[in-house]
């Protein structure tokens, strides 16, 4: 069972847009969005606690990551979906330094279940 609770994933057409959030409180060094697919597990896009964003060079341009102040929610907010982009998608959480800007799954200690995103075309 994971750590965090993902939400907002579901089937799209191609071109349109998914928000995802992930309830991540009390992780504040270093958070980010992975995804799982046949391939394995890959990083899409992580935030740390200054602010600084990496994203996958896949999705820069279309996803965003961010962050609620009040209460820690992190978001994906994912446009111009392509099938491609389609897999179990996981918030994850590090507190090792560089984690973010390494962006690699061997980094990160906490982690989801995912959420389900399947784009066809």
């Known amino acids: 069972q994971g750590l965090f609770a993902e939400s907002g994933g579901g089937s799209v057409q191609a071109g349109e847009s998914l928000r995802l959030s992930c309830a991540a409180s009390?992780?504040?060094?270093?958070v980010g969005w992975f995804r799982r697919r046949a391939e394995g597990r890959e990083g899409v896009a992580t935030l740390?606690?200054?602010?600084?964003?990496k994203y996958a060079d896949s999705v820069k341009g279309r996803f965003a990551i961010s962050r609620d102040n009040g209460d820690g929610t992190l978001h994906l907010q994912m446009n111009n979906l392509k099938p491609e982009d389609s897999g179990v998608y996981i918030c994850a959480a590090a507190v090792i330094g560089g984690a973010c800007a390494r962006m690699r799954e061997i980094y990160f200690a906490y982690w989801g279940e995912g959420t389900l995103v399947n784009v066809s075309s």
């Open positions: 009390g992780h504040d060094y270093c």
């Open positions: 740390d606690n200054v602010g600084n964003t």
